[in-house]
């Protein structure tokens, strides 16, 4: 067994080294931990506000004790190791209680009915459960990555929207390492905020635990690159196909839950302070922290398709070119676009594609090789009209994971609002900052850089769609559109 973690006095040295004093979890300067019961109205009354329930029992305080005496058994030469047996043992709990292992066999961190009685003191007792409850939501979400990937319907994607190579071919690593992290993001910041969030409504703190979610996201994501890195040659090779590699995805988000779960509890400084901001308040309290284990799987998929979609249109052999044309007109009129001898837009393209949003009609279109679609035998320029993409009306139907027409169309309009109204936006997916990491929480898959198809109006299409005729466009960044 190990031994127990020595309790101490805090001191300000031991602050400066474990934590900043502002992130610890909220304490009472009028009570003593010790001497709070189990009959305690914290305890026994759950319709209490829990950040109250968490004051009550003085469990900040209790927090601040077991840091510092992790702190001196390091200084004595202890092994940085099983943190949370350590607090197990701090507050007679459960023997044997590795909450940083996933296994199998069982790690002693969950299904153990704990109750206050359980443990010495109540402070104890709020966080050895919140502790539980922090690994039976990160195995939930274990189980979740694996049921999304064994349930997509990559192939379906391939045949419906274009071509991805599905076997014989997979995606380069660089595009895989960018899907696979930006898909981190945009299903681990949800969950995460979905747990810490509720603390955005005091004022007092709202800054410091945003920035604690997109910290815990950002490390995440990075533990993510380190494993996706690690296999980028044997595991991710484009020669594997895409439905291995997202297969090989799926093991690396898998095991990126695992590393997280051995950073919060491993010990570290960093850790054991987003580990404090995230038990803080009460927050693995009730069931303001359990995920739907079908519906993350859901956000799983969806963020993965998000990227499949555009991607089986990009590799089309018919180089399709998906591009958004604009019109001032109202939502319930026509935009003029085969009046007056042009033939622009196929009649139901036309009718039945538009989406209208804040007033502005869009339609999502597809682009046109030159090679196979226009008359180059006799010279003309006309290349036919421009109809729906490939997939347009699985769109309309919500057939895949529930991604629709508008994602498509908001989320490029998102995408160039946030590029200065300019198409072409890039987002550094592999440092992502602040602004990124909390637009993929406020907009999922709506957030700037996930859809980011160029959008026009559609006169200035077919202005360089002459020019690219003639050979006279030499930047085809963001064509049809201008950049």
């Known amino acids: 067994m190990d031994r127990m973690i ?31 019961t189990c009959v305690d109205a914290g305890v026994t009354d759950h319709s209490l506000y829990a950040p109250d329930r968490w004051l009550q029992v003085d469990a900040g305080d209790a927090w601040a004790s077991v840091l510092e005496g992790w702190n001196v058994n390091l200084t004595e030469g202890r092994p940085q190791i099983h943190f949370s047996n350590n607090v197990s043992n701090y507050f007679h709990g459960p023997q044997d209680m ?67 190579p599905v076997e014989k071919q997979g995606l380069a690593i660089s595009i895989l390492i960018d899907i696979a992290l930006t898909c981190w993001g945009l299903v681990m910041g949800p969950a995460w905020n979905k747990l810490i969030g509720p603390k955005f409504n005091d004022g007092t703190s709202a800054s410091t635990v945003k920035d604690t979610t997109n910290d815990i996201v950002k490390n995440s994501m990075a533990l993510t690159k380190d494993i996706l890195n690690s296999r980028a040659t044997d595991q991710l090779g484009v020669q594997n196909g895409l439905e291995a590699q997202m297969q090989a995805l799926t093991q690396a988000w898998k095991d990126s839950v695992l590393a997280t779960q051995q950073w919060l509890f491993g010990g570290s400084p960093e850790g054991l302070t987003q580990l404090g901001n995230m038990i803080s308040d009460a927050s693995m309290f009730g069931d303001g922290w359990l995920l739907d284990r079908a519906a ?100 309309v139907d919500h057939k895949y994971s529930d991604i629709s027409l508008q994602n498509v169309v908001v989320g490029s309009i998102n995408s160039k609002a946030a590029n200065g109204d300019r198409n072409g936006l890039k987002v550094d997916v592999q440092a992502p900052g ?45 064509f049809p559109c201008n950049p």
């Open 98 to 164: 590795f909450c940083e292992i996933f296994s199998e066999e069982g790690s002693g961190c969950t299904s153990l009915d704990l109750q206050c009685d359980d443990v010495n003191y109540p402070a104890g007792y709020f966080i050895l459960h919140s502790f539980e409850n922090i690994f039976a939501m990160h195995s939930n979400i274990w189980s979740a990555v694996n049921d999304a990937v064994l349930s997509n319907d990559i192939a379906g994607i391939a045949s419906e929207f274009g071509k991805v």
């Open 296 to 395: 993350h799987a859901k956000e799983v998929k969806r963020s993965i398709n998000a990227f499949l979609i555009p991607l089986a249109w990009s590799y089309s052999p018919d180089v399709i070119y998906p591009w958004i044309a604009t019109s001032d007109v109202p939502c319930d009129q026509d935009p003029g676009w085969n009046d007056n001898n042009q033939y622009w837009i196929q009649d139901g393209a036309r009718d039945n594609g538009r989406y209208c949003h804040e007033g502005r009609s869009y339609w999502l279109l597809m682009g046109r090789d030159r090679n196979t679609q226009c008359d180059s035998k006799t010279g003309d320029m006309w290349c036919g009209k421009f109809d729906s993409p490939p997939g347009f009306q699985a769109l």
């Open 434 to 478: 602040k602004e990124v990491l909390e637009s993929y929480v406020d907009r999922g898959i709506e957030a700037p850089g996930i859809f980011n198809i160029p959008i026009c109006p559609m006169e200035e299409a077919m202005e360089n769609y002459y020019m690219w005729y003639q050979n006279d466009k030499e930047d085809m960044t963001n």
């Open 6 to 36: 020595k309790p101490l006095f805090l001191t300000a040295s031991v602050f400066l080294c474990l934590a900043d004093a502002s992130v610890l979890p909220h304490r009472r300067q009028d009570l003593d931990w010790r001497s709070v």
